[in-house]
């Protein structure tokens, strides 16, 4: 796996002549992060807790599903669409099911929001999958999916007979990764709703590896269709900043909430999320919750990632009950962490020549409004309580990662 530059995972490296991490500032230009240095050593890790939905939202959910921009960026979607267009069902995670009493077999739960259900709710059901004759390509056996999982970003499906009890990981169950994946179609079923507008479905889903989606996360061209109905992609962008459509990446072992990011770890989940969203970017950013060398949860990288999802998306008063985005596709940013992980495309940490705000998983820590980087949007009166940033700039015990707006380096 190979998500950060070489030699990032834990010290930066001090630039010639300079006590900071960051690049200095030219002689003669007034430097307002001066005290915000990158440290060259990594301190102890930050515990985290998850949150739930911000206190004071009416429903917990906006009215449009997919405008927050965390699954996919705001005014695409990553719903699958009933034949006639209107959507059934948003996916957002794999969840592996162990056996147990109750259930002998071990299964997998597509887990993800109905629109059409009071609270869009989050709920799940059971995937099965169907081999597809590599000869032919016509339609093989039906096969138990016994687990899905991603070590990084590497997307892996394990599977068994349907003849067997899908319990002995040694000689029942197989997998299937990278080249091999298109040989499956996984399989959904949502029923009907007991009285409801919502008929019963089937959707059938394909993933095959995409080249060069990403310098740093693996992307999968991700397709479904109601049965007998039309392919779609999962992720379309709708023409919003592009025509093409979006790769998915699959996160490992973490939840994130669609409605105000919130991330939580959860070592049986495989998160779903499109090329565009906040999720997706803010790896392919560096922001990755595991130790790269070791692949192992860290709750420090997860912090700076979950700072990452509410700064990509200028989500500035999240944990104060307003879950708007105050951004624009396509708006560029700086940003800069206490530590040097999230590292730009050269390796070095990005230079902030104006800072916007301090990120913790809940939002700003502080806002200078005047440098916000879209001010023709209005902020609300009082900024939620947001206070502004000190002056000098400091990191602070849960605000580790700085945004500033964007401003071409100098000749």
């Known amino acids: 796996m190979l998500f950060l530059a070489m030699g990032v995972s834990g010290c930066c490296v001090l630039f010639p002549g300079s006590k900071s991490c960051a690049r200095p500032t030219p002689p003669g230009e007034p430097d307002l992060n001066e005290s915000l240095p990158v440290q060259d050593c990594r301190p102890e890790a930050i515990p985290l807790s998850p949150w739930e939905c911000p206190t004071g939202q009416p429903s917990c959910q906006p009215p449009e599903t997919n405008g927050l921009g965390i699954f996919v960026v705001e005014g695409g979607t990553y719903c699958f669409l009933q034949v006639d267009g209107r959507p059934r069902f948003c996916p957002e995670a794999f969840a592996n099911i162990p056996a ?12 993800g929001r109905v629109p059409s259900t009071p609270g869009d709710l989050l709920g799940g059901y059971p995937v099965t999958g169907v081999l597809m004759d590599p000869q032919t390509s016509g339609t093989g056996g039906a096969v138990r999916i016994h687990s899905i999982q991603a ?6 499906v394990n599977y068994c007979p349907m003849s067997s009890d899908c319990i002995d990981t040694a000689t029942q169950v197989l997998q299937l990764r990278e080249e091999n994946l298109h040989l499956l179609r996984l399989r959904v079923s949502l029923p009907a709703d007991d009285g409801g507008p919502e008929r019963a479905a089937t959707f059938e889903v394909t993933v095959t590896p995409r080249l060069g989606a990403s310098t740093r996360v693996r992307g999968y061209d991700v397709r479904y269709r109601e049965v ?9 962008l709708k023409g919003v900043i592009a025509s093409d459509r979006d790769a998915t990446s699959f996160l490992p072992r973490l939840r994130i909430n669609s409605v105000n990011a919130a991330v939580e770890s959860v070592p049986t989940w495989t998160t779903i999320g499109c090329g565009s969203g906040a999720i997706v970017t803010c790896l392919d950013w560096g922001y990755v919750p595991w130790n790269p060398d070791t692949g192992v949860y860290d709750p420090l990288r997860s912090h700076l990632f979950g700072s990452c999802l509410q700064a990509k998306r200028a989500a500035y008063f ?7 985005s105050y951004t624009r596709n396509g708006t560029r940013i700086n940003k ?3 530590f040097g992980l999230g590292r730009n495309a050269n390796g070095q940490v990005e230079e902030l020549r104006t800072l ?12 200078n409004p005047e440098n916000r980087r879209v001010p023709d949007i209005a902020l609300p009166t009082g900024m939620r309580g947001v206070p502004p940033c000190a002056r000098p700039p400091r990191w602070t015990p849960t605000g580790k990662l700085a945004t500033g707006t964007f401003t071409p380096a100098p000749d």
Do not use: I
Not at 100 to 111: A, C, D, F, G, N
Not at 151 to 156: A, H, Q, Y
Not at 318 to 324: A, C
């Open 100 to 111: 147990s009493p109750s259930e002998p077999r071990p299964y997998v739960r597509l887990m």
């Open 151 to 156: 070590e990084g970003t590497r997307f892996t």
């Open 228 to 236: 007998t109905g039309p392919w779609r992609p999962h992720c379309d």
């Open 318 to 324: 999240v944990g104060r009950g307003d879950l708007k």
């Open 336 to 338: 800069r962490d206490q």
């Open 356 to 367: 916007e705000a301090l990120w913790s998983p809940q939002g700003a820590v502080c806002l």
